[in-house]
Structures are given as C-alpha cells and as structure tokens.
C-alpha cells in the first residue's frame, strides 16, 4: 500500500472512531425550589448591585405555595445558581408590605462579597441528585424569615 493510500485509511479509521465515541457532554438539568411558609406572601426582586433601581426579575410566592424552575444546560457549560434564576446578584424579599429583607452574593470576578451571610438565598449551591443528570436548589422562606426581615414604616 502506497503512503497516501494508508495515510488515507488512517484519517478514515481515526474519523469513524471518533464519530463512534461521539460527544461525553450531556445536558445536565438545574431544579430550583422556593416555598414561602413565612406566615406571608413574599414578593422577590432581583437585580444587579452595580444598577440598584433597575429591576430585572420579580417573583411572587404566596404564602403556603412554591415557586420551581428549571435550568438545562450541558455539562461542559456553566454553573447556575439562584442568581441565574433572579437575573441578578442581588434581591429584595418584600412580605407583603410589612418587612423587608436585602440579600447580596457577588461570586463571579471576585471574593465572594456577601454570600456568607446566614440565609442568603444567593449562597446555596445546586447539589447532585443521586443518580440523575439533575442538580437541585431548594430553599424556604420560613416564619423566622419574616420575623428577621426590616419593619416597613
């Protein structure tokens, strides 16, 4: 077999087993749940600290009630977290008119600017589901939420 002949088959074989194996990056799916038993409706805005007064998600749990969504991605691509889903790396939890609660999780570009706080929402990080191609968020808004949120004068 001439040189061009076999360097022809060569290319030939490798292509064919590089179709068979095809491609490892598999949609992976992001779940992310709030339910509100803080006694009251809440009512969540969400926005970017570098443009406080423009509003970029707002989403409405009834007391008693949940909100879920999900996020599907590959994955070789990005990580999402509860920023992703209020489109910002800030909120503002609003209890029916009454309290008042303002969370910030700076992650991306720098050191982490406020995730620590205790019950900042943008801090939880999705977790594996056992056996599924399923990463899963869930958080509560809680009686002693509302109580630790800021009175409305």
Same mark, same amino acid.
């Given at each position: 077999?001439?040189?061009n002949?076999?360097?022809?088959?060569? +290319?030939?074989? %490798?292509?064919?087993?590089?179709?068979?194996?095809? #491609?490892? $990056?598999?949609?992976?799916? !992001?779940? =992310? @749940?709030?339910?509100?038993?803080?006694?009251?409706?809440?009512?969540?805005?969400?926005?970017?600290?570098?443009?406080?007064?423009?509003?970029?998600?707002?989403?409405? +749990?009834?007391? %008693?009630?949940?909100?879920?969504?999900?996020?599907? #991605?590959? $994955?070789?691509?990005?990580? !999402?977290? =509860? @920023?992703?889903?209020?489109?910002?790396?800030?909120?503002?939890?609003?209890?029916?008119?009454?309290?008042?609660?303002?969370?910030?999780?700076?992650?991306?570009?720098?050191?982490?600017?406020?995730?620590?706080?205790?019950?900042n929402?943008?801090?939880?990080?999705?977790?594996?589901?056992?056996?599924?191609?399923?990463?899963?968020?869930?958080?509560?808004?809680?009686?002693?939420?509302?109580?630790?949120a800021?009175?409305?004068?």
């Amino acid at each position: 077999m001439n040189g061009n002949k076999l360097k022809n088959l060569l +290319v030939f074989v %490798l292509s064919l087993n590089m179709l068979a194996c095809g #491609s490892t $990056d598999q949609d992976v799916l !992001y779940t =992310f @749940s709030i339910s509100n038993t803080s006694g009251e409706d809440i009512t969540i805005q969400g926005y970017n600290s570098n443009i406080p007064d423009r509003v970029q998600r707002t989403i409405v +749990v009834p007391y %008693l009630d949940s909100f879920e969504e999900q996020i599907k #991605s590959r $994955d070789s691509g990005p990580d !999402y977290d =509860f @920023s992703d889903v209020f489109e910002g790396d800030s909120i503002i939890i609003n209890y029916n008119n009454l309290r008042t609660r303002t969370f910030t999780c700076i992650r991306r570009g720098s050191q982490g600017v406020g995730c620590s706080e205790p019950r900042n929402i943008l801090n939880i990080l999705p977790a594996p589901v056992s056996g599924q191609d399923i990463l899963a968020s869930e958080y509560e808004f809680t009686q002693t939420d509302f109580e630790n949120a800021l009175p409305i004068n």
